[in-house]
């Protein structure tokens, strides 16, 4: 995934790798240091990075540890303003290393979720809420950093370290123990084929070198001079006696060398970018297949996105030919799958794809809840029929929460005007509340099993009653997980999946 995104400051797609790598050394580090105080366990996850950092993003991420762990190495614990302040020592080290810091990259997202830390601490105490504002802030950050490198911009994707900074955030607030109720991130997971473009090249400084030094006798910034020339991407990190060198060069034993002047190069690493560069070029895969998707909402729009839709139709409930006709020639591929996601739909896409040139299948999706599990599917397979994908979303449990704008009964069930309600298979539901409402259409849809239930939030909806909605929801079943999200819909409070 992040290595799909990898097109900075090298094309060599492996900023996934190495950061999976560097938190892995990381973390197996912290254990070993057992339950011990916070600043053991971060000295000891800092440490674990430093010395299995890989790459640059692995090596950046190394240093924000380091940060971390700077700050809080004298506290047995740690609070909400803790962490905040931590969070701004761990951004203010990542650019400190770096000769040159850019904007667009990981460094700029981490100075977004610090500054949002900062500003949320001097008010908020609770460190649930506290991560939720930062990782809020590391998104939009994300967001921007196309904007702010044009080879972001030219590939179509944001910045990988960025992406994978943010990832470790919502790590951290998914899993403390006492969250239940998770807002996530749906991959950022690009085509590859179109991330690779014919302007984007290594250049001539094309190794990769990285190396430990062992009985350092210099300071980071004596060594850091030494190998400035003829380098970049360089980070010298650590402290004597033991200094972390990552460097591109065209001169790898040169790199080597000069570090031997003042310790024992261990650990010495040196990859060809140009020949990862270029396998991944020529690895290529064709574009099978293109997916359209009707959407309700910006929110959806980009959940659509993360997904694999390649175009959305959104900003209207019932898309015309001609809307859906343009978004099957934006397609690359010759072979287009249209998920409707909502019944009015259906009959436009059908028709559109018969007036196409195009080899166009029509998913008849009743809702875009069903969408995303087909999406989904797809991922799954490289050529499903839409017999398959609807197959696969056929067994979908998914209600339509909102108020109701007349009174209304259906099938003797009544709902009044401006109250609460929801439909579940032609079902309708009412009550005084929109909890009230959630729960008795989630029992319904659970059919007697505990399992996952997802909250698209719109309409007059914001974050925060989303989360407050589904700490209610799970304070009143224990049988289910929450997850909620963005949808942006006009028409509908809510949609709600249930997944067993």
Known sequence: MLNDLNVYPVPDGDTGTNMYLTLRSAALEAYS?????????????????????????????????????????HRETVDAFGVAMALREAALAARQALLKPVDGT??????????????????????????????????????????????????????????????????????????????????RRPVRAHVFTARQDVGELRYCTELVLEDATCSVFELRRALEPRAESLLVVGAPPTIKVHVHTDEPERVRAVAARYGTP?????????HQHTMLLVDRPHVERSIVAVVPGPGFEKIARELGAEVTVGGMVNP???????????????????????????????????????????????????GINGLIAMRAGERPSAKALQRAVSETRSARLFVASNDVVLDGAPAARGKPAAIYRGRLFAGETLAQVACAVIGEMREGSDGLVTLYYGGGQREKDAQRLGEELRAADAGVDIEYYYGGMKNAEYWVGFDA
């Open 106 to 187: 990981i460094v700029s997202v981490a100075d977004a979720a610090a500054d949002a830390a900062y500003r949320l601490a001097l008010h908020e105490r609770d460190l649930v809420r506290l991560l939720s504002g930062v990782l809020r802030a590391a998104n939009d950050a994300l967001e921007r950093t196309p904007e702010q490198l044009p080879a972001l911009k030219e590939a179509g994707v944001v910045d990988a370290g960025g992406a994978g900074f943010v990832y470790v955030l919502e790590g951290a607030l998914a899993f403390l123990p006492e969250v239940r109720v998770r807002a996530t991130a749906f991959p």
């Open 266 to 274: 261990t650990r010495v690493k040196v990859d060809d970018m140009e």
């Open 320 to 370: 015309s030919v001609r809307d859906l006709l343009l978004a099957f020639n934006k397609c690359l591929s010759e072979r287009v799958y249209v998920f409707a996601n909502d019944e009015n739909a259906v009959p436009a896409a059908t028709a559109a794809a018969a007036l196409s040139t195009k080899s166009v299948e029509v998913i008849p999706t009743a809702n875009v809840v069903e």
């Open 33 to 73: 240091a057992g339950a011990g105080p916070v600043s053991s366990v971060a000295a000891a996850a800092a440490q674990g990075a430093l010395m299995g950092a890989r790459g640059n993003s692995g090596v950046i991420l190394s240093q924000m540890l380091r940060g971390f762990a700077h700050h809080v190495r």
